[in-house]
């Protein structure tokens, strides 16, 4: 699939590590470091602008590595990028380790992944099908 991109933040485009992988990194663009003390969030720029076809949208993702080792995650992830957004790529960081954390001009801070996804026509009804499952949910399954 060929995807349209305009990358002013002088850093790689974003690309495919290996081949079975789903994500690409996104890099911070920034003029100066941006400092995430602990429970801070902030949106770091990324540079890079998209077209994504109808029917398709880029989900932004934690970097585990970022994640497990420093604490550094995505907020509201997976953020959804829709295909008629026309803006900068920004990320919503956040700190929930004790520490500060300097986030670097050409970091990797998250990882793009291109999914198709359906759009749903809501069909009202009175009454929805059983299940074995029913309505329980929040670990009604078990832990195990």
Do not use: C
Not at 15 to 32: F, H, I, N, P
Not at 39 to 61: D, M, Y
Not at 92 to 99: D, H, K, P, R, T
């Amino acid at each position: 699939m060929k995807i349209k991109l305009i990358n002013t933040s002088g850093h790689a485009d974003p690309a495919y590590e290996t081949d079975a992988s789903a994500g690409m990194d996104l890099r911070a663009s920034l003029d100066l470091p941006v400092k995430l003390e602990p429970l801070q969030r902030a949106i770091v720029k990324t540079g890079l602008f998209i077209e994504l076809p109808k029917g398709f949208e880029a989900q932004v993702r934690p970097r585990s590595g970022l994640a497990a080792k420093k604490g550094i995650t995505v907020l509201n992830a997976p953020g959804t990028i829709d295909a008629d957004y026309r803006g900068e790529i920004g990320v919503i960081l956040v700190n929930l380790s004790n520490e500060d954390y300097i986030v670097e001009d050409g970091e990797r801070i998250a990882q793009l992944v291109i999914a198709k996804h359906e759009r749903a026509d809501w069909e009202l009804t009175e009454e929805l099908t059983e299940t074995e499952r029913g309505s329980g949910g929040f670990g009604s399954t078990g832990t195990k």
